[in-house]
């Protein structure tokens, strides 16, 4: 056997683990497990846009290898979106960068910028890519805590100045994973002001933008002057769109970062496939109903899993975007511990928020990914348990 890498072996335990055994196990015996788990939008992509991949899988001129930077039909559409959705004005050649999932460029971002030992400010909890591809590239996680005392924002006043002077990128997420927070004009402002003051550049995940309800509509962080000099944004059709399987996303801003990212993946990967690039401009062009659809489906599923928690005690706050409901637990439980009463008690499937990062202690994500039916049932089953 070959000995793995210290970067693998530092990797944390896969928490999973002991909750996909038992999923595994209770479906076995046949089981109805009600999966609130993963991330992962249920409904399928809307028709016009697999038409279009159709089409555009059927022209050979798309057949072989994409440009690297992703095609200017894309990058130019993206550039004309951000307009239009934020008013935000982009040089599609070289602030717009084609990505396979924002998940890609947010994991290439740290071996652009990181060398071996310097400090990337990381939030937790958090989605885990960012602190894991920091340690890919020898970084160092500092974690800023988010609690429901701050708005599940991190403080930037309580970073030390010798580690603010020390870091060399800071990431944040809003709409945010897990806890469905929300950032407004004042908090990127802030964002700005610190990384101008300390040098560092930043990295906003904005994967959640369109999964909006009540008629609110996240900004932007480069509608905040000054934010194009100190960072850029990653976006995703994944969630938008249904298109999680697709993988198709978009860097946006800085340009001196979006080249370093591009010069990372032109000697790691080949580009996203132009049929599906074609596919996300028909997406990002066409009628944007299904979007709204989208919207209007998750926040039936969000107030009913409200609803339905509230009445036996649990009392999550509203998520005003993203399709997670993060959820106090009894104090009695550990995340993990309340995770598997929910699995061997009731079937129902959550993430532990201890997975997401010391901070998430106390609580558990629910993810709004089951007919708003299946949700009732959850939360049936939940009622029967005294916990
Ligand atoms: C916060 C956040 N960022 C990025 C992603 C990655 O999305 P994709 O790679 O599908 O664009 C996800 C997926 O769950 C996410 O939750």
Not at 32 to 58: M, Q
Not at 199 to 206: E, F, P, S
């Given at each position: 056997m070959i000995d793995r890498a210290d970067r693998l072996k530092r990797l944390p335990p896969y928490l999973f683990q002991e909750i996909d055994r038992l999923k595994a196990e209770l479906m076995a015996q046949g089981v109805?497990?009600?999966?609130?788990?993963?991330?992962?939008?249920?409904?399928?992509?809307?028709?016009?846009?697999?038409?279009?991949?159709?089409?555009?899988?059927?022209?050979p001129a798309n057949h072989q290898y994409p440009s690297y930077s992703g095609m200017n039909d894309f990058k130019g559409c993206v550039a004309r979106w951000y307009r239009r959705r934020f008013g935000v004005e982009l040089d599609a050649d070289s602030e717009v960068l084609t990505l396979i999932g924002s998940k890609e460029g947010i994991a290439h971002l740290p071996l652009a910028f990181i060398n071996p030992g310097d400090l990337a400010l990381v939030p937790s909890p958090a989605y885990p890519v960012y602190h894991i591809t920091t340690m890919f590239a020898g970084g160092e996680s500092y974690f800023m805590p988010l609690s429901r005392e701050n708005g599940f924002l991190p403080d930037l006043g309580k970073i030390p100045a010798d580690i603010a002077r020390k870091a060399k990128m800071i990431f944040i997420n809003y709409p945010n994973n897990p806890t469905g927070a929300t950032a407004e004009r004042d908090f990127f402002l802030k964002v700005i002001d610190f990384a101008?003051?300390?040098?560092?550049?930043?990295?906003?995940?904005?994967?959640?933008?369109?999964m909006a309800f009540d008629g609110y509509r996240p900004m932007s962080f480069l509608e905040v002057p000054g934010a194009k000099e100190v960072g850029i944004e990653f976006h995703s059709l994944s969630k938008t769109y249904n298109m999680t399987g697709w993988r198709l996303g978009f860097a946006v801003g800085n340009a001196g970062m979006i080249n370093g990212l591009g010069q990372v993946k032109s000697n790691i990967d080949s580009g996203a496939f132009n049929a599906v690039q074609f596919a996300g401009i028909a997406a990002l062009e066409g009628d944007q109903c299904c979007v709204a659809e989208m919207q209007g489906i998750y926040q039936e599923r969000r107030d009913a899993l409200i609803r339905g928690l509230r009445r036996i005690n649990l009392n999550a706050g509203l998520p005003k975007a993203t399709f997670y409901v993060w959820c106090p637990i009894p104090g009695k439980y550990k995340s993990r511990e309340f995770t598997t009463l929910l699995l061997r008690e009731a079937g129902i499937v959550t993430t532990p928020g201890s997975g997401f990062g010391e901070p998430g202690e106390g609580y558990v994500r629910m993810a709004l990914t089951v007919s708003k039916e299946r949700i009732e049932e959850a939360v049936r089953r939940m009622q029967k348990i005294a916990f």
């Open positions: 109805d497990v009600i999966n609130l788990g993963v991330g992962d939008p249920d409904l399928p992509t809307p028709k016009h846009i697999i038409e279009e991949l159709n089409k555009a899988a059927r022209d101008r003051e300390y040098g560092v550049a930043v990295c906003h995940d904005a994967a959640y933008t369109e």
